[in-house]
């Protein structure tokens, strides 16, 4: 029996020190593996992010902060991670994270998930679970949950 060698990692991130651990851990084993490594950055949009009264401001303003936002999180990644010869693409996308990164990797034929056991967002962990744990429940591809 050959051993199992990922082909396709992808890494979620969200910028916290537990995501940017298991970037650094993903990226080393794309690069042991010679796999192409996707790092994805999945925001939420806030719901109610314009208050409790008035009209919303136009979608433009919402997709101009979630790009910055997602913007910031990748370059923090790519500069706090090792990515000497490794194939990597960087990926935004916007929802639900563990629905996304779910759907993401299915898209990609993914071998590996790797995401940290924590992210940013405690009241999100505090109202629906972390993302992680939901993952591992959901996802079709196996998941790496790094401390």
Request: proline letters at 7%; a negative charge; zero cysteines.
């Amino acid at each position: 029996m050959d051993p199992w060698s990922p082909n396709v990692i992808v890494a979620a991130t969200d910028g916290s020190e537990q995501s940017l651990r298991a970037a650094n851990a993903a990226a080393a084993l794309a690069r042991t593996n010679d796999a192409h490594l996707f790092i994805v950055t999945v925001v939420r949009p806030p719901e109610g992010w314009w208050g409790i009264v008035g009209a919303p401001p136009p979608a433009e303003s919402l997709g101009n902060a979630l790009a910055d936002a997602q913007r910031v999180v990748l370059e923090k990644t790519v500069e706090a991670v090792d990515l000497s010869g490794v194939r990597f693409d960087t990926v935004e996308e916007v929802g639900d994270p563990a629905n996304q990164l779910a759907a993401f990797s299915e898209e990609k034929e993914a071998d590996l998930m790797v995401i940290g056991q924590r992210g940013a967002g405690l009241v999100e962990r505090i109202m629906v679970g972390s993302v992680a744990d939901r993952l591992v429940h959901i996802a079709t591809v196996p998941v790496l949950v790094v401390p």
